[in-house]
C-alpha cells in the first residue's frame, strides 16, 4: 500500500516542503537530492549534488562541484512555474501527475513547463557540453 505524500514548493526560495500521512515534515532545497519515495537522489541520481566519491580524483570532484553550482544558478533564472516544474520532476523525482497535483495544474501543463524548462536550460548551459 503506498503511503500519502505531499509536496510543496515555495517559489521564492526554491525550497520543497514535502509531508507525510503520518504529520511529519521535511524541508528540502530545491537542489537537494534525497526528496523522493525513490531513494536518494530521486529518479534521475541526484544531478545537482555531485556526492564526494572515492572514485573522483581531487580535480574531478571540483569541476563536479563547479557544474552542479552552474546548474543550480541556471535553474536560479528560470520563471517559477518552469522552476517548480523542474525541481519537483528531475530533483525531487515525482511523476508527471505527482508535480501537476503538487502545482494544481493538469500534467500536460507540467509536460509543457518541462519542455521550456529544458530548452532554457540548454541554452543556458550550452557551454558545460
Same mark, same amino acid.
Not at 570532484?61 to 520563471?79: G, N, S
Given at each position: 500500500?503506498?503511503?500519502? &505524500?505531499?509536496? #510543496?514548493?515555495?517559489?521564492?526560495?526554491?525550497?520543497?516542503?514535502?509531508?507525510?500521512?503520518?504529520?511529519? &515534515?521535511? =524541508?528540502?532545497?530545491?537542489? *537537494?537530492? +534525497? =526528496?523522493?519515495? =525513490?531513494?536518494?537522489?530521486?529518479?534521475?541520481?541526484?544531478?545537482?549534488?555531485?556526492?564526494?566519491?572515492?572514485?573522483?580524483?581531487?580535480?574531478?570532484? @571540483?569541476?563536479?562541484?563547479?557544474?552542479?553550482?552552474?546548474?543550480? /544558478?541556471?535553474? #536560479?533564472?528560470?520563471?517559477?512555474?518552469?522552476? /517548480? *516544474? *523542474?525541481?519537483?520532476?528531475?530533483? *525531487?523525482?515525482?511523476?508527471?501527475?505527482?508535480? #501537476?497535483?503538487?502545482?494544481?495544474?493538469?500534467? +500536460?501543463? @507540467?509536460?509543457?513547463?518541462?519542455?521550456? #524548462?529544458?530548452?532554457?536550460?540548454?541554452?543556458?548551459?550550452?557551454?558545460?557540453?
Amino acid at each position: 500500500m503506498r503511503s500519502s &505524500t505531499s509536496i #510543496a514548493f515555495n517559489s521564492r526560495n526554491g525550497s520543497l516542503l514535502g509531508s507525510s500521512a503520518s504529520g511529519s &515534515t521535511s =524541508a528540502v532545497t530545491g537542489c *537537494a537530492s +534525497g =526528496a523522493s519515495r =525513490a531513494g536518494p537522489g530521486g529518479r534521475h541520481g541526484g544531478l545537482i549534488e555531485p556526492a564526494d566519491s572515492p572514485e573522483l580524483q581531487p580535480d574531478e570532484q @571540483v569541476e563536479a562541484r563547479d557544474i552542479a553550482a552552474r546548474i543550480r /544558478a541556471a535553474l #536560479a533564472t528560470l520563471p517559477a512555474s518552469q522552476g /517548480a *516544474a *523542474a525541481t519537483l520532476f528531475y530533483l *525531487a523525482g515525482l511523476t508527471h501527475r505527482e508535480t #501537476a497535483a503538487a502545482l494544481g495544474i493538469e500534467p +500536460g501543463a @507540467v509536460k509543457n513547463r518541462l519542455h521550456k #524548462a529544458r530548452g532554457n536550460l540548454r541554452r543556458e548551459l550550452y557551454q558545460l557540453w
